[in-house]
């Protein structure tokens, strides 16, 4: 009866045991049975090269830091409203240090240049586009952010750390000036700049719609004399002159790329123009979250656009508890080298679980941006930088999802060049999850460079592994090495 019972007992353990360990000694096929609806979608189809922001004629001095195989992170650098009183430009220039120890490979400024408001301007009502804050001009010689001194102080040191610093450029419209009869509307208007204090790009009645050139573009802003474009002396005097804006702010100050602001209000060939002219990496503000849109002005203007279809995917998801979402069209998938990822700005600001869509944008294709205030006020630095870190050296290759739920996004960055990729692994749930997924690793020790998981798990010959990640939180698995 005893021998009866213990063996009983044993039997139980047996089948206790093979239960517990079916995962971990399961075959592709039995895996496969149990993930039935684990169906990769491969996104891209490219070389596997990261994305990159270097133009032939880029030279900057060595760098405390290497961008890594992964790429670099832009850092908008203002937000709405940042403190006036001519600070702001010394205030970013403490911080450039430790931005580049931390992976940051680029900045990008609000508009330098005088504007209507004088000190308490953002910048985007633009009067004098040669007054970076050196002449006594609507009220104020600094602009808002800091003397003209201060500004190439900022970007020489910027440069010193090896990072690049980006000019936001409104050319859409101007501001500020003053009161004429205007021969084309047949009333005054605020179209007089003859007066600007930098004695250069004077304009008037006939450089704004409707003029000799054409009654309008593409779109105006605010009521705001909006500039034509098409009107050769507006050219000359934005990119082709030898003096031109284009040329005085990358040659003179020091700029290396540009974010245009309001796109939709003119054509894409200015950008594409201003590009060929002066070089430097250069994105548009297209505030438009249609795909095809964005991929077609991106085309037209041989520019980078800011991924705004992404942007509210993210906030669909991750807000509207449906990571299946993410499955959806977006402008990295159409275009990598061409979409700049981001999770909020000076502008929008919509998505709440900020952290998984930092977790989504830095692990995946495109040029991902860190906002000021999430970075240095609101979010856990330490974890954005874990993230940063991982960005450059892990998220590498192309993109492939391997499963989405509600509550789950799966995702794997193929490797490129000997570097082997990662796994993300999402969880928008309030309790932890985990699943086994395929890998491009096999019989390899792998870890979560975030910390969330203690597991080291071991990847089978065939590739398969199980992995997990915490509630409300995410993981990035690769090999241990």
Known sequence: MRFLFCLLTLSIIFLSSCNSDSFLDATKEE?????????????????????????????????????????????????????????????????????????????????????????????????????????????????????????????????????????????????????????????????????????????????????????????????FPDLSHANPYVQDWLWKRSDAVAKYYKNTIGFDGWRFDYVKGFGPWVVKEWNNEVGGFSVGELWDSNVNYLDWWSNEANSSVFDFACYYKMNDAFDGNNLNVLNDDMMWKRDPFQAVTFVANHDTDEIWNKMLAYAYILTHEGYPTIFYRDYEEWLNKERLNNLIWIHNNKATGTTSILYTDNDEYVARRNGWNGNPGLIVYLNNSNNWVQRWVPTNWYNTQIKDFTGHSSWYPTTQSGGWVQIQAPPNSYTVWSPNI
């Not at 684990?38 to 133009?55: C, K, L």
């Not at 430790?98 to 910048?123: H, R």
């Open 31 to 223: 895996q496969t049975a149990i993930e039935p609806n684990m169906e990769i979608v491969h996104v891209t189809n490219h070389d596997g090269r990261p994305f990159s922001t270097q133009t032939n004629s880029d030279d900057i001095a060595a760098r405390t830091f290497s961008s890594g195989p992964g790429g670099g992170v832009m850092m908008q650098a203002f937000y709405w409203d940042p403190p006036a009183g001519g600070v702001w430009w010394d205030t970013i220039t403490t911080k450039l240090e430790a931005w580049s120890s931390a992976g940051i490979e680029s900045i990008w400024l609000p508009p330098v240049s005088k504007a209507q408001s004088g000190s308490y301007s953002m910048g985007y009502d633009p009067t004098d586009y040669f007054d970076l804050g050196e002449y006594n001009q609507n009220g104020t010689i600094e602009t808002r952010f800091g003397s003209k001194t201060e500004l190439t102080s900022l970007i020489s040191e910027a440069h010193s750390q090896n990072m690049q610093v980006y000019a936001d450029i409104v050319l859409n419209h101007n501001s500020g000036g003053q009161l004429e009869t205007n021969q084309y509307t047949g009333t005054q208007t605020w179209t007089d700049f003859s007066g600007v204090a930098s004695g250069k790009f004077l304009r008037s009645q006939h450089d704004f719609h409707p003029n000799w050139v054409q009654n309008n573009d593409e779109g105006i802003f605010g009521g």
